[in-house]
């Protein structure tokens, strides 16, 4: 049976396109400062790690299901993590996580990898198309325009919106209804095992495996599904458009 040649890439962003600049406790603790408090940026992440693992397992996926949004979410481990940190005054706590929800929209906030939008361009000069799969809440397009980025992709699926996330199968077809084709025609890259590899393989789309640190040793993943730079995956998906 021939080969249905590919056309369309689906993208994770996070940690595959673009990562927090420095530290989330750098970016707190600036706040902070606005406000005359010190805090620790170290302080601050032990804080931010242990609260948002208390909000993902209480309130999934931004707590769509349980009449949440992006943004209440959000502002609700901000001010969580600032009041383990000591900062007490309601209205202060208030004030600072609006205005952090609001920073994470722009650029300063945000590293694109070097390899990232070279990748992008190399893909569409291939003639292939691009879209985004991402849990994410509904902030990424602006996230993504202000880094120069979203114009390169035909839609952005984030998490939030779709009221799914990855690795459910579920967000995956919405993505491919966008695509409007089927999944062998489809190839998918991101940095997680999990949620970016398995889950789309699963669907039966082409997922490829960011390994940007090298770490990934197990077998399960043929030297062929995994890349440790952006460099390289234009050069293995222009393998599968050939019929």
């Known amino acids: ?142 996230i993504l325009r202000s880094c120069g980025l979203l114009s390169h992709f035909s839609f952005v699926v984030t998490s939030e919106a779709a009221g799914v996330a990855k690795p459910s199968p579920a967000i995956f077809h919405q993505a491919l209804q966008k695509c409007g084709t089927s999944a062998d025609r489809v190839a998918h890259v991101g940095d997680h095992y999990v949620y970016d590899y398995l889950a789309s393989r699963s669907v039966g789309i082409h997922g490829f495996l960011l390994d940007r640190d090298d770490s990934h040793k197990e077998g399960d993943v043929p030297q062929e599904h995994r890349v440790v730079t952006l460099d390289e995956l234009p050069s293995r998906l222009q393998e599968l458009m050939i019929e």
């Not at 790690?49 to 707590?63: A, D, F, K, L, M």
């Not at 000069?125 to 985004?132: E, F, W």
């Open 1 to 142: 049976m021939p080969r249905v040649p590919l056309r369309w890439v689906l993208w994770d962003i996070k940690d595959t396109l673009l990562k927090v600049r420095g530290s989330v406790g750098d970016h707190y603790s600036k706040e902070a400062e606005r406000w005359g408090l010190s805090l620790h940026p170290a302080e601050i992440n032990a804080a931010f790690q242990e609260t948002y693992r208390r909000y993902s397992s209480r309130y999934p996926n931004y707590g769509g299901s349980q009449g949440q949004t992006g943004q209440t979410w959000w502002t609700g481990v901000m001010r969580d993590t600032l009041a383990e940190c000591k900062v007490n005054d309601p209205a202060l706590l208030n004030t600072m996580a609006n205005n952090l929800y609001q920073d994470f929209c722009n650029a300063e906030k945000w590293e694109v990898f070097r390899d990232s939008k070279t990748a992008l361009e190399r893909c569409s000069s291939l003639g292939l198309k691009l879209g985004v799969v991402s849990n994410f809440d509904n902030r990424l397009e602006t």
